[in-house]
């Protein structure tokens, strides 16, 4: 090449260098050589990958880093409040038919697993004992059904799963004094409480308190329904507590307030084969409640009554019979699960079938028959009671 060629050639290189360096002062070099490999196939990708600078992160990138983390929010289900379950159901009485099949067979004679199952899981169950343990005493003259028991089979309402047992009815003392007090002692010895009736008026009156998951459960039972004055209890005499003036159980009432969380009364009340409270059942509950009853469970009429709320507080006017007689017929169980901030009423139908009782599987004909006897309330599928 000759001395002109050679400064052409020169000169093109001091060019090429010079506006090299432009471009890399200008900071658009990487663009211009990946241009220029993929135009002429000169490099590779690597020599490009190895030259290009770190590429700077934008203004709003960079915020980005100096933001606070976001934290995940992990939902949690919140455990649903566990309640205190007291159950409750109507009049027991045991046949000499069923006393038979139960001492033969057991429990399952009386109940069926089921059901014994549900009675067993409460916290409580209650209901009328609608008889007296006894062997000694004769039958009250002119009366037409007279009621007592062998106190052997005070296991029967323990296999049962029973708590405590109202004793103010219109049979406890079908056989006179000397079988209640066979009663008090072989529930005492069973371990199953007891309330509206004692060796005196203190006893008979007296209230029944259960600390159950930090709260004081209270009972108290009264009649309404006696055949004759001298049943009553007093200072003297064994009987019964009875409310035909509400007087002294408003004022029982009262004082157990003052010392439990909740308040349950079991009164005998109403007309027998009657599915409609008397207008004394209204009065009276609603004094109970006033005075700071919780809940009113009604027996004796032998059928169910209906279901009525007052100030908030759950009436049953008749729970009828649970385990009482030979032939069929129909009941329910009552469960008022007690919330911190609420009390939630739930029924459960029962049938009783050759001795034997049974959960409903069918239960809508039976809400429908409740909803019919009863005051301003409905009933859910799952047989929750609201107003």
């Known amino acids: 090449m000759g001395t002109i060629g050679s400064l052409v050639v020169l000169g093109l290189a001091i060019a090429v260098c010079y506006f090299s360096g432009l471009l890399d002062f200008a900071g658009i070099r ?3 050589l990946s241009s220029s490999v993929e135009a002429t196939g000169v490099g590779t990708a690597a020599a490009v990958k190895t030259e290009a600078k770190p590429r700077e992160p934008k203004a709003a990138e960079q915020e980005d880093e100096f933001q606070e983390p976001i934290e995940a929010v992990i939902q949690t289900e919140t455990p ?5 379950r007291l159950l409750f159901a109507g009049d027991l009485y045991l046949t000499e038919l069923l006393q038979d099949k139960y001492r033969r067979t057991g429990i399952q004679a009386a109940a069926t697993e089921e059901l014994l199952t549900l009675l067993r899981d409460g916290d409580l169950f209650i209901l009328n004992q609608e008889f007296p343990f006894g062997t000694t005493g004769e039958a009250m003259e ?15 309402p323990l296999d049962l799963g029973v708590d405590l047992v109202t004793l103010a009815n219109n049979h406890m003392l079908d056989f006179g004094r000397g079988p209640l007090t066979e009663t008090l002692a072989a529930l005492d010895e069973a371990g199953i409480a007891h309330v509206g009736a004692g060796e005196d008026l203190e006893e008979a009156k007296a209230l029944k308190t259960f600390e159950i998951k930090g709260k004081t459960i209270g009972f108290l039972g009264a009649s309404r329904v006696i055949p004759e004055a001298s049943w009553n209890a007093s200072k ?17 009432i009262q ?50 009554q209906g279901i009525e709320y007052y100030k908030g507080k759950p009436i049953f006017y008749s729970l009828g019979n649970f385990i009482f007689g030979n032939g069929a017929y129909e009941s329910i169980v009552v469960e008022l699960e007690l919330l911190e901030s609420e009390t939630r009423v739930r029924v459960f139908p029962c049938a ?6 049974r959960l409903l599987e069918e239960k809508q004909n039976y809400y429908q028959q409740l909803l019919e006897l009863s005051f301003g309330i409905r009933i859910l599928e799952d047989g929750s009671v609201i107003e």
């Open 30 to 32: 990487e663009e211009v």
């Open 80 to 84: 649903e409040e566990e309640g205190i």
């Open 142 to 156: 002119e009366k037409e059904y007279t009621f007592r028991v062998s106190p052997d089979l005070v296991s029967v």
């Open 236 to 252: 003297y005499n064994s009987g019964l507590f009875t409310t035909y003036d509400a007087t002294q159980l408003v004022e029982e």
């Open 255 to 304: 004082k157990a307030k003052e010392t439990c969380d909740f308040v349950a009364v079991l009164v005998h009340w109403g007309i027998e084969r009657n599915p409609y409270p008397e207008e004394y059942q209204k009065t009276l509950a609603r004094q109970y409640i006033d005075a700071g009853a919780d809940a009113v469970i009604g027996s004796h009429p032998h059928v169910l």
């Open 352 to 357: 009783s079938e050759g001795n034997q009782m």
